[in-house]
């Protein structure tokens, strides 16, 4: 079966089909840029692009990078903040016509991994994190999703841990990869110290280059691996997400 996911990120707005037995994009993906201020409307119009690239119609799974509460996007870190408080689900929903499941992209991303990558058959507590323009998390209880946790925003030496811990955050700052693996060990050590999860699961941009950072990760008692699907995880969660709807 084959349902479109779209994954709206800081820098793309990307969106294919997915084939929901294997888990994968069933064509290569479609990206438009995120438009800069990423206001509502120029947002979902980059959204209708991808979708009608595809000529798709059905239901429609779409991430959006902060809380999501039926429907409602609450949070917009790195996006417009006319985003607040927003009835996103029904704004897309009525410009594409047709069915719109929303969710956090991380969350997304999460069940993705949960289900046909890294984190695929693990029980116990496990914390996906993406590491990419902010850092979004992910945690699941025995398989199942404690939605929203935003624990990319906890404070880590009176900053926003991901202003310090990000994939953006290296790159803007020109950080070398020690000094940044360094921070990434200091705030993994702070939400191993909140939640002791059996697993992490490193995912965004880097989890394609774990070997330029994993060496400086020490004195972590959880296993921690990189995500498998990598920048596809979000299309794919959200496609999973709209297969309910
Ligand atoms: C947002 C999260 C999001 C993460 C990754 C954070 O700034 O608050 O909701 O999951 O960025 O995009």
Redesign the pocket.
Known sequence: MNVFGVDI??TGIKGAPVDLDKGELSEERYKVLTPHPATPDSVIEGVHEVVTHFGYSGPLGVTF???VVDGVTR?A??VDKGWVGLDARTQISEKLGMPVVLL???DAAGVAEITFGAGRGRGGTVILL?L?????SALFVDGRLVPNT?L??LELHGHDA?KRASAKAREDEDLSWEHWGHRLRKYLAHVEMLFSPDLFVLGGGISRKPEKFMQYITGISAEIVPAELQNNAGIVGAAMAAAKL
Request: hydrophobic share 20%; aromatic share 0%.
């Open positions: 990120g800081g990078p902060g809380v949070t870190a790195n956090n992209d991380a993406t990419g323009t902010g850092i979004g935003e990319g925003h991901e």
